[in-house]
């Protein structure tokens, strides 16, 4: 190897460990170090998980699934709550008090904890109801500008990028977000413009529907 | 003999009025709470002050969650000696009420002349309470209420319950919970409002006739003792509580000293040694649903003791209290329609060595059963009622349950020597706010102190007794 193919070697070594080693630190810049997570770990089953279930997967129809949530959105959330503009009624009661001390690397610990938490789902039994959820969900509603739901939230409804995972939330929850969307009160204008064109029975059909999915 | 037998009698119907006044007092919520937390009222609460699955959890938990800005200090190796919120945990409480009794009481001024006492009481306040309730240290938390009564027109100590607790993460995401409380009502420390401290009725007037009656971890002890208790809760499921009381009276002094104590013989109802309290309990939750069911009980051995100018020692026999009781509540929470049913059944085996000996009571053992039923609905936590039934069954006992004495007014006797009390409570309330309630209560009895008709033997009937209870009760 001449002198000169040796260097080019070189620099390309030294170029490619460098790229790695950046890939390696922006992947895991997110992460939390041991002890945000043990703290996260420690809120999210002794305090958290009294509502949320302790590995995200709550009981109780009022307070959101969030196992297998999207880090960026949990995050997302949890600063909309502490910083009081997210405005559905539980968030104001529950969690603008809850969100209000955290720090950033606590919100994003919980975050973290949450998505790599499985993801439960509680079966629904009306396959009427569920087929019709699931046509408004991949098809939308065209003649009514309802787009369909999976083209943000995903064919499997597991979310992508910031948009939420839905399958196997709670139906509740979702009908309170729906109509929370619809009358501002949680003020998105992308979901507003979406809620704004369901009618009741076509919110239940896509709650149950996504309720039911893995 | 005479003397003793009278002496006994006295101190028997001493117990009986300090029953009476020890009853339980109002149990609350307490708004310190919510500023600490930043969390609704709704958020523990049902309607004040019956718990939701959260609010038993931050009981569990010492009262110690907060979302406040904290005074720190710490040590070089950041250990935390010290987390003051910035915002004191203190709260105010305020019932103001009007009690209408069905009859009149005669007027002791003239007891011939039925219904002589006015009827109707303004009591303005009933209660004015000031809490500390919330975070201490890190681990630590209080529930201490000061209480002015205007029965007494005194401030005394009210419900208190000082707890260490923490959570530890057990493997598979299982928790346990665990604590001491230093507290001074056997149950106050309960995170169920189907147990007497904080059970139903929640609120109650001072200003009627209370059956002769009732079992010692129904509030007899209240506020005069003082008990350590640790307890484990599993997985905010299988709770389980082991204590032991002992007497801590309130405004007693030593005879020779004038100090506060040690108590002597002219104390009455005096705790001999430590009486245990224990508590079993599981609760399942599922979707809007909560299902508690429940064991508790406190072994008592009491000196009768006797009253200043009139001491009996305190040593030789007692009279000892076995209170065995069950207890369920089942909650529905929605955001639309919250329901709640709940019950306890106290059942007491006296041995009452002391009291039959001086003549206090004419039975060596008596029993005691207490039962109470109830069921609570409200409409978005805003428009509500209860209807609750309660009886309270017994042996019959003519010196422990006396009848009138020539020329007495009655009313608080007993002619057929039977303690058995039944009725119904109804009640209705608004709340306009959630820390706000206008109350209207009909408590109606079917039978008083072993009657229907003439119970005391001076003509008085026991639906006489009924009252109309009207209360303004709010905290901030």
């Not at chain 2, 003082?226 to 299988?238: D, H, K, P, Q, R």
């Amino acid at each position: 190897m001449s002198a000169r193919a040796e260097l080019r070697h070189l620099l390309a070594l030294i170029a490619g460990t460098f790229t790695c080693v950046a890939l390696a630190g922006s992947a895991y810049a997110d992460e939390p170090d041991a002890a945000a997570a043990a703290h996260a770990r420690q809120l999210a089953v002794a305090v958290c998980g009294t509502c949320h279930g302790v590995q995200g997967n709550s009981q109780q129809p009022k307070f959101p699934r969030l196992a297998g949530q999207g880090a960026s959105y949990l995050g997302a959330q949890l600063r909309n709550f502490r910083a009081q503009t997210r405005g559905d009624p539980d968030a104001i009661s529950y969690m603008w008090g809850m969100a209000s001390a955290l720090n950033d690397e606590t919100i994003d610990a919980l975050a973290q904890y949450y998505t790599h938490q499985s993801a439960g789902r509680v079966p629904v039994r009306d396959a009427a109801l569920v087929a019709s959820g699931r046509s408004i969900y991949e098809k939308g509603l065209p003649d009514k500008g309802v787009p369909p739901c999976a083209g943000c939230h995903g064919s499997d409804a597991h979310g992508v990028a910031d948009f939420p995972r839905l399958a196997g939330q709670h139906s509740q929850y979702i009908l309170k977000q729906l109509a929370s969307f619809q009358s501002n009160m949680r003020n998105v204008a992308a979901m507003h413009g979406v809620a704004v064109n369901l009618r009741t029975p076509e919110m239940e059909a896509v709650a149950a529907y996504l309720q039911g999915l893995p | 003999m005479q003397t003793r037998s009278l002496l006994y009698r006295i101190v028997a119907a001493a117990t009986l009025a300090a029953a009476v006044l020890c009853a339980p007092r109002a149990a609350l919520a307490v708004p310190s709470f919510a500023r600490q937390t930043g969390m609704a009222c709704e958020a523990c609460h049902t309607v004040f002050p019956e718990l939701t699955h959260f609010g038993r959890v931050f009981k569990a938990n010492g009262y110690v969650l907060d979302n406040v800005k904290q005074v720190q200090d710490v040590n070089s190796k950041r250990d935390q000696l010290l987390e003051l919120a910035q915002i004191p945990a203190l709260s105010i409480m305020v019932q103001a009420s009007y009690t209408q009794l069905k009859k009149p009481l005669p007027d002791l001024a003239n007891v011939s002349i039925p219904g002589e006492a006015q009827n109707g009481t303004a009591a303005f306040p009933q209660q004015l309470s000031l809490f500390y309730a919330g975070k201490i240290a890190p681990h630590l938390g209080a529930f201490v209420q000061i209480t002015y009564g205007n029965d007494s027109g005194t401030i005394g100590i009210d419900n208190t319950d000082l707890r260490f607790a923490d959570t530890k993460l057990l493997p598979d995401a299982q928790t346990l919970t665990y604590g001491l409380s230093l507290n001074n009502n056997p149950t106050v420390t309960d995170l169920w409002n189907s147990t007497p401290a904080f059970g139903y009725p929640y609120a109650a007037s001072n200003a009627v006739v209370s059956p002769l009656a009732g079992t010692q971890i129904d509030g007899a002890l209240a506020q005069n003792v003082a008990g350590l208790s640790a307890y484990l809760y599993w997985n905010e499921s299988l709770y389980a509580e082991l204590g032991g009381y002992r007497s801590a009276q309130q405004g007693a002094a030593n005879q020779l000293t004038g100090a506060a104590g040690p108590l002597d013989g002219s104390a009455s109802n005096v705790i001999s040694g430590v009486s245990p309290y224990w508590r079993v309990a599981y609760e399942r939750n599922w979707g809007r649903h909560s299902l508690e069911v429940g064991a508790y009980g406190l072994d008592v051995k009491l000196f009768p003791g006797g009253s200043p100018g009139a001491t009996v020692p305190l040593s030789g026999p007692v009279n000892r209290f076995r209170d065995v009781a069950e207890d369920f509540q089942y909650q529905y929470v929605a955001d639309e329609h919250l329901f709640t049913f709940a019950g306890t059944r106290i059942h007491e085996s006296m041995d009452l060595g002391a009291s039959f000996a001086g003549g206090a009571s004419a039975n060596p053992s008596d029993d005691l059963t207490t039962t109470r039923l109830w069921a609570t609905y409200y409409y978005r936590r805003q428009v509500g009622g209860t209807l609750q039934y309660f009886s309270t069954t017994g042996s019959t006992d003519t010196a422990l349950y006396p009848g009138p004495t020539p020329g007495s007014a009655g009313v608080v006797t007993s002619a057929s020597g039977s303690p058995d009390t039944r009725g119904w409570v109804a009640e209705v309330n608004y709340l306009p706010w959630l820390n706000t309630k206008i109350s209207a209560q009909y408590t109606r009895y079917t039978k008083f102190n072993g009657g229907s008709s003439n119970y005391d033997g001076v003509g008085r009937s026991a639906g006489d007794n009924s009252a109309w209870y009207l209360l303004l009760w709010f905290a901030y």
